[in-house]
């Protein structure tokens, strides 16, 4: 058997091996539950009703697509906010203001697949700004404003095929990272046979400029590199500000049965961007442009109104292959490594090995003393690979089968999420040993430290985002609700406070401390500030106006009535568009509309906000519409009726209220 | 009808409870309800407003103008000058309560509603609670100046 097909085998064994073995711990009972005593679990988690909980949570929702917003630590829901899947509460991706927003190259899409959650940054620490959530299946990424809690912008992302390693922001939100899991041919729409791979194939690095002003986003330039899976990204912090990491996996550049032919090299990469250089190379230029095609979809700076689309045609690129200098290093990473995560002094760098038997903790000095010393091994299209015992710091043995993401509690200590073990371990940043460890039920994927992704974590809870939750609570059928499960972690002890279940996929989480952003929460949209074209500012203004076959119904909602509530004069063949306006400033006090026979859904809007709903209708007679939301003790008076005559019908248009 | 009445109160007062959400605002009326109202609330209502404030026999013009611009974007929904609509018509409202009640019952009608017997009287005869617009003091005083010229002229 010559050499390579022993590797081959070997790497066969290996993964049937894990296979089995997670068959078995799925199946398994857990060995160790570490609970605090009920009732001190249960007071530690007790937020009394009309209490305030002590931070936000915000949970990416995985393919369900949205985020969701839970007060930590009584894990109860406060919202949903719809970002990347329509959403019919809210009319998100259903109303003409917001449709714009699910435009891309590919056609209007109504559904993706959320999963890295980041708050925005100042100074390496969370400053509640912003958050930015990546789309994993036809890459973009949103940002979502912390003052009303609503998505106001989505850029897509060209040259990327799976946008996995995203959204993370650098220390001050200089940028916002992302890039392709997928390598694909990277010139656009190339028609080329699959395994043309090693070829044809390329990966990209994205750096998403973020305007301090208005956050609104930019992609600046792309690193176009070797095409392999790019899986995770970190910035830097603190020392190591003016760089992010990216994991790769699939250095074998295999394009088929990736579970076997993506697991034979022993070390694959994190591969390291100085990304201060490669913008001076931009700026410089240093890059090339090349067509592409994205949308770029947002409202207009803090506007209410309608968002656009605007598609962009070019995109600035880097190729390593063509420029001398460097700026980007490939640091050898034991083995399909997926989370990389940087401590809170910026020094360690950590990769997560999803088959790896230790947990490499690479240290940034060395990284900067081996790029001094010229410590390289090799270099693959352009990128030094620097070696692996220069760079690494230490190697935590014993953690688990499977590491895959850690987190740090800024007391000197590290968390890592094992998955095929189900397993949180603790390690030591000084000796790198293992000091406690606890189970996870089941399948723990990320975790979440309070703030444990910034320069000064909270630490004081943990959540671990585990991806079945059969047997933790009531049945539900074959399938259950993704759980979390929150631990206490500011004893020497991790110790398991509560399951809840989530939406969707729960990811990835962010946190921040209430008393940070809690000032800042708009209570209700300002009727003088209402800047919606079709907005109603006056009650008596309300109207109905045909253009053409277009019939524009401007209405206005109070407690406990429409104006107008009788419309006559619609025909078929009209389309009607509703702008509803709801004219109260009381905060929380939402109406809504649905009109019988209407093909999207209802709208409910928010004190003095503005929204629009285009319905067509499909028959002639009179189509009742009632407020969906319970506004008062007479909501179910808060009615009306829109008469449809037939196209020829000469029924004049006209609208009324108590006549 | 009474049963039905009082269910439609106590829903009605559910959301006056909270409104405005100053929990300051809260205990002050909770004192009142305790002591009873003074002359002066029972007379110019309770809120901010807690003594008679210094206003002309003249209209000034300036904040008439703003008082309409606020009252047709903010108060004209529910209010007629003439005629009842979801509230009391407006149109002598200046001759029925002194400016500080107007601003009063603006400003608080949460609190005029749960706590003054005028506020309660109208949460039984129109079956909901007049909310708050997110008026400021200011603008509550031009809705006065507005009100007043119009009932001087109509
Ligand atoms: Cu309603």
């Known amino acids: ?659 | 009808m009474k049963p039905l009445l009082t269910i439609f109160f106590a829903l009605a007062l559910t959301f006056s409870a909270c409104s405005g959400g100053d929990s300051q605002q809260e205990t002050q009326e909770e004192e009142t309800q305790e002591q009873g109202l003074s002359d002066f609330e029972l007379e110019h209502g309770i809120g901010p407003i807690t003594a008679r404030l210094d206003i002309s026999d003249d209209i000034d013009d300036d904040l008439r103008v703003r008082g309409q611009e606020i009252f047709e974007m903010k108060c004209e929904m529910c209010h007629n000058m003439e005629g009842r609509m979801v509230g009391p018509a407006l149109g002598d409202v200046a001759d029925r309560r002194s400016p500080e009640y107007i601003m009063n019952m603006i400003l608080n009608p949460g609190g005029m509603a749960k706590n003054h017997p005028e506020g309660e009287k109208l949460v039984q005869e129109y079956m909901s609670v007049m909310p708050f617009q997110n008026v400021s003091e200011e603008d509550a005083r031009a809705l006065v100046e507005y009100l007043r010229d119009y009932n001087m002229n109509n």
């Open chain 1, 1 to 659: 058997m010559n050499k390579n097909n022993n590797k081959r085998l070997r790497g066969i064994l290996l993964g049937a091996g894990f296979v089995a073995l997670a068959a078995f711990l799925f199946t398994g009972c857990p060995s160790e539950q570490r609970m605090l005593d009920s009732g001190d679990a249960a007071q530690k988690v007790y937020v009394a009703p009309g209490d305030h909980d002590e931070f936000y949570g915000f949970f990416s929702g995985g393919y369900s697509g949205q985020l969701s917003v839970w007060g930590l630590p009584s894990a109860r829901m406060l919202k949903v906010i719809p970002v990347f899947s329509q959403d019919p509460e809210t009319a998100y991706g259903y109303s003409e203001e917001t449709k714009p927003l699910f435009n891309t190259s590919y056609g209007f899409i109504p559904w993706d697949d959320s999963h890295h959650p980041h708050i925005s940054q100042t100074d390496g620490n969370a400053d509640g700004r912003w958050i930015f959530i990546n789309a994993n299946n036809t890459p973009r990424i949103a940002r979502i404003d912390l003052e009303t809690f609503q998505t106001k912008e989505i850029l897509e992302l060209p040259n990327t095929g799976g946008n996995h390693a995203s959204s993370y922001v650098t220390s001050n939100t200089e940028y916002v990272i992302g890039a392709t899991r997928f390598s694909i041919p990277y010139e656009k729409d190339l028609d080329v046979p699959i395994d043309s791979y090693s070829d044809e194939f390329r990966g990209s690095l994205s750096f998403i400029e973020v305007d301090q002003e208005t956050g609104m986003m930019e992609v600046d330039f792309q690193i176009v590199v070797p095409p392999y899976n790019y899986d995770l990204g970190r910035a830097g912090k603190g020392i190591s500000s003016d760089w992010v990491f990216f994991t790769t996996y699939n250095t074998e550049e295999a394009h088929t049965m990736l579970e076997v032919n993506a697991s034979r090299n022993d070390k694959d990469f994190i591969a390291a961007v100085n990304w201060k250089k490669a913008a001076e190379l931009v700026r410089d230029g240093h890059g090339k442009t090349m067509d592409a095609e994205y949308y770029h979809n947002h409202y207009n700076g803090k506007k209410q109104g309608y968002a656009v689309s605007e598609v962009k045609n070019e995109v600035t690129v880097l190729d390593t292959r063509e420029i001398d200098e460097n700026f980007i290093y490939y640091l050898p990473t034991p083995k399909s490594p997926h989370g990389v995560d940087v401590d809170p002094t910026g020094e360690y760098i950590v990769g997560g090995g999803k088959l790896a038997t230790v947990i490499p903790v690479h240290s940034f000095s060395n990284m900067l003393e081996a790029i001094e010393n010229d410590d390289i091994d090799d270099y693959i299209d352009g990128i030094p690979v620097l070696n692996y015992d220069a760079t690494i710091a230490g190697e935590v043995e014993n953690p688990g089968l499977g590491p895959l993401h850690t987190e740090f509690d800024g007391k000197g200590y590290a968390y890592t999420s094992v998955y095929i073990s189900s397993e949180i371990v603790k390690w030591s940043l000084e000796t790198f040993e293992v000091v406690d460890r606890i189970d996870s039920y089941y399948s723990i994927g990320h975790l979440m430290i309070t703030g444990g992704d910034t320069v000064d974590p909270d630490a004081q809870y943990m959540v671990g985002l585990t991806k079945t939750a059969k047997d933790r609570y009531l049945p539900t059928g074959p399938k259950q609700n993704h759980p979390a499960q929150l631990y206490d972690i500011s004893g020497d002890k991790m110790e398991l406070l509560l399951d809840f279940p989530t939406i969707g996929e729960p990811h990835y989480a962010q946190s921040i401390k209430a008393d940070k952003i809690v000032d800042q929460i708009a209570k209700i949209y300002e009727m003088e500030e209402n800047d919606h074209p079709d907005a109603l500012l006056r009650m008596t203004e309300n109207r109905v106006e045909r253009r053409g076959n277009d019939v524009h119904i401007y209405m206005g909602a109070t407690r406990s009535h429409f104006r107008p509530d009788n419309i006559e004069g619609v025909k078929l063949g009209d389309d009607v568009y509703v702008h509803l306006t709801n004219m109260e400033q009381e905060w929380d006090v939402v109406h809504g509309i649905a009109i019988k026979g209407s093909q999207s859904t209802e709208l409910l809007v928010p004190p003095g906000q503005t929204k629009t709903i285009k319905w067509t209708p499909t028959r002639t007679g009179i189509y009742p519409f009632y407020c969906t939301a319970f506004c008062s003790a007479l909501h179910q008076e808060m009615q009306g009726y829109i008469r449809v005559s037939g196209p020829d019908s000469n029924v004049e248009l006209t609208w009324s209220t108590n006549e």
